[in-house]
Structures are given as C-alpha cells and as structure tokens.
C-alpha cells in the first residue's frame, strides 16, 4: 500500500530539546516536503527536496532543518525547539514531474512547552 | 505576489442544502488546483483535483469544481450536503513546480 509514514504521532517536548520527526515512502517519489498547519494560517510550507541530497527552503524555515540522505526518508530537524513551533506537522510525497498528486502523511501533533 | 485566497474562513448550512466554497488564486500560469479536506483531529484527504481540459471536475464525495480561468477561481460545490460533511476544506495551488499552496482553509459547519 502507498504510504507515507510519520513519527512520532504525538509529542509533548520542552523548549531546547532536540528533535526529529521522521518522515518516509515506500513509492520511490523523488520529491518529499514538509509543511506546518496552525490555526487561520492554513498549511505554510518549511522545507522541500527535489531528490537526494537536494533541499530548499519553503516558506516558513526558520528554527527547522531537513536532511535527504536517501530517497525514502526526510526528517524533519528541530535543534533548539521553541513554544512557537507548537503545531501540526504534515510530510508530503510525489513522484517529482508532471501531473501528479502529492501523497500526505497523517500528520504530527507536536506540542512545545 | 502569488497567493491562494478562500475568502470565507466559516461556513454554517443546513443539511440537505446546497453549497459553494470559494477561492481564487494569483499566480502566472494556470497551476495545478486541488481540494482537500481535513476532518477533525484527521489527516488531509484529497477531494478533486484540476490539470486542465474539462473545466468542472468531479470528485469524491459528491463533490465537483469548476475552474474560471477568466476569475482565476476553482469554487468547490455539493448540490445536498451531509452532516458528515462538517470539517475544514484546504483549496491548494501546485504553480507546476511541484510545491502545493495552500489556501488558510473554510470551517464548514452542517446543522440538522
């Protein structure tokens, strides 16, 4: 069954603490995003990849860091967290050109106290 | 600047009653659109989705939209509406560079 896969889920966590959201496909797409949902704001896009080692900035970066090591799995980095980045995290997939649909994981509620 | 708008940030109807949720966007080309809803405390799931060639498309859920390129719109619509239908509706814009928009989303809410 095409998938993408995210965890944690859920996460309670406390300012500074280091994290990762893992995030991965088992449909061999090249492209591979993150994006965050908050209230009124709708989804704002953090971080996106073309392909391995390939990754640019989307809108809202700042305090987040992604890394594409290989095709299947982008996490989702943060260093230092802050209350701010309380939100709900979703990671997307898609073959990479053309017409095509973006495939979303389930989501990541992370809380950031 | 490139935008995705739905105008509407909450929507109440009566069950059984029509609807339309909007929005319109700003970008060059004529991107990819696409209509997303989002149930409460779920994931997104995809409703429809626009390409090109036929200009009302049709979806799951008994949902359609149509695209205007002239007003640069893509309202969703359902001609009877259910009360499971209540949840929030996301339109997004693909600008063909395989990075989806999103519009800040409508709360739909259905009463009985």
């Known amino acids: 069954e095409a998938q993408v896969t995210q965890n944690p889920r859920y996460l309670i966590t406390v300012t500074g603490k280091k994290l990762t959201v893992t995030c991965s496909q088992n449909m061999n797409h090249e492209y591979m995003s993150w994006y965050r949902q908050d209230p009124g704001l709708g989804l704002r896009q953090i971080y996106y990849?073309?392909?391995?080692?390939?990754?640019d900035k989307g809108d809202v970066p700042e305090g987040y860091k992604v890394s594409r090591k290989e095709k299947r799995n982008f996490p989702l980095i943060l260093e230092s967290p802050s209350p701010n980045q309380t939100s709900l995290y979703f990671c997307a997939s898609s073959p990479g050109t053309g017409r095509n649909t973006i495939y979303f994981g389930e989501g990541s509620w992370l809380t950031v106290v | 600047a490139q935008s995705v708008t739905q105008p509407d940030i909450h929507i109440t109807v009566s069950e059984g009653a029509s609807l339309e949720l909007r929005c319109n966007y700003s970008?060059?080309?004529?991107?990819?659109l696409f209509w997303y809803v989002q149930s409460p405390g779920q994931g997104l799931q995809l409703l429809l989705k626009?390409?090109?060639?036929?200009?009302l498309v049709q979806g799951i859920k008994g949902f359609e939209a149509e695209f205007k390129r002239s007003q640069s719109s893509f309202n969703l619509r359902k001609p009877s509406v259910h009360w499971s239908d209540a949840a929030e509706y996301f339109c997004?814009?693909?600008?063909?560079?395989?990075?989806?928009?999103f519009g800040t989303g409508t709360r739909l809410t259905v009463i009985p």
């Open positions: 626009y390409f090109s060639g036929d200009t």
């Open positions: 970008y060059g080309a004529t991107p990819y």
């Open positions: 990849s073309m392909n391995v080692e390939v990754t």
């Open positions: 997004a814009v693909d600008p063909r560079r395989n990075n989806l928009f």
